[in-house]
């Protein structure tokens, strides 16, 4: 079965530049989550779409956008990016029409930033 | 708001012994309760899940979990585990009435010796 595609799988950025991860989520989810979890830390809530609106928001720095688009795909863009913002991020989808609480969580895409 | 407070940071058991990874939460409506599995460099894998019926779900792997009400609950329990078992183990919980966004714990890292 598909599953939760994130991309880069890895990245490398320096201080102040500027990262983009993409997310696309299980054919017919209509909800995407994305998730920052530092190290050694558990995963904590940036921000959530629903048929391409933003429906939720969390501990997401102002420095942080994200969108969903018309396929439902969405990426996170990251701008001056601090050393604090390396992490692991993960993208997660869900269907409210099978179950609106039962998130599938991609690989994750792991940013170091130097 | 929820919250959730996973009790061991760390479990350390030897291989075919019992284990019981302890999960309390907190919040003011109905929830949903999740564990979720993370081996080393990976994402994160839905384990088992309360959503509403029978306080006791399993998994396919042997694991357990019971949803207690009154203790505010939701213990993972394995009656023998299995090197493979060594990961990271995140419990989750989510607003019933709400779109599916997950507050984890910190994580209990198991660690299953021969």
């Known amino acids: 079965a598909a599953g939760v595609i994130q991309s880069p799988r890895h990245l490398i950025k320096e201080k102040r530049e500027t990262a983009t991860l993409k997310c696309y989520p299980i054919?017919?989810?209509?909800?995407v989550y994305w998730y920052q979890q530092g190290p050694g830390q558990d995963p904590q809530f940036l921000i959530s779409?629903?048929?391409?609106?933003?429906?939720d928001k969390g501990s997401i720095p102002d420095r942080f956008s994200a969108q969903q688009f018309s396929d439902y795909h969405s990426e996170l863009n990251m701008s001056s990016l601090e050393l604090g913002d390396s992490a692991l991020y993960f993208c997660?989808?869900?269907?409210?029409?099978?179950?609106?609480?039962?998130?599938?969580f991609g690989a994750g895409s792991r940013l170091t930033v130097l | 708001a929820q919250s959730v407070t996973q009790l061991d940071s760390q479990v350390p058991v030897f291989e075919e012994a019992p284990v019981e990874l302890r999960c309390n939460y907190s919040s003011s409506v109905s929830v949903y309760l999740f564990w979720y599995v993370q081996y080393p460099n990976q994402g994160l894998q839905l384990l088992l899940k309360?959503?509403?019926?029978?306080?006791l779900v399993e998994s396919i792997n042997g694991f357990e979990a019971e949803f207690n009400k009154s203790q505010t609950s939701f213990h993972l329990r394995k009656p023998s585990v299995h090197i493979s078992d060594t990961a990271e183990y995140f419990c989750?919980?989510?607003?019933?009435?709400?779109?599916?966004?997950?507050?984890f714990g910190q994580g209990t890292e198991l660690s299953v010796k021969p």
């Open positions: 054919p017919r989810h209509d909800t």
């Open positions: 989750a919980v989510s607003e019933a009435s709400q779109g599916g966004k997950l507050i």
């Open positions: 779409f629903y048929e391409k609106m933003q429906s």
């Open positions: 309360y959503l509403s019926g029978s306080t």
């Open positions: 997660a989808s869900s269907s409210r029409h099978s179950g609106a609480n039962v998130l599938t």
